[in-house]
């Protein structure tokens, strides 16, 4: 009995962790600072995708925003944050930037992945 105890207990435990670990969010975040003219700093660190994922909330303070891979080549670009609900991202290394508000010296964005 106290075999069936502890086995239960440890099944149980394992499909607590599984369902932790899959419904969890990861975030992708950039910033864009405007500079003199043409010249603004773009900054995100990055992430590396081992699976396809897809965009399920968008935040930040900008006017939308584009997503670029290791190449610096653009795969998305969104006028507003709404469209980008519901993208699906392939595996690979994704980078992403914020538009700037007219008006505003910074912009920032928020991706949450899932």
Not at 35 to 50: K, M, V
Not at 53 to 73: C, E, H, P, R
């Amino acid at each position: 009995m106290k075999n069936t105890v502890k086995v239960i207990f440890a099944l149980a435990s394992l499909l607590i962790l599984f369902t932790c670990t899959s419904y969890a969010q990861t975030e992708l975040m950039g910033e864009q600072t405007r500079g003199h003219g043409s010249d603004a700093t773009l900054r995100c660190d990055g992430i590396q995708l081992n699976g396809i994922v897809t965009i399920v909330k968008v935040s930040g303070l900008n006017a939308g925003f584009w997503i670029t891979d290791q190449y610096n080549t653009v795969l998305y670009n969104c006028d507003n944050m709404t469209k980008g609900v519901g993208v699906k991202l392939n595996p690979g290394t994704y980078f992403v930037y914020p538009n700037l508000v007219e008006g505003h010296d910074k912009a920032y964005i928020t991706l949450f992945l899932k």
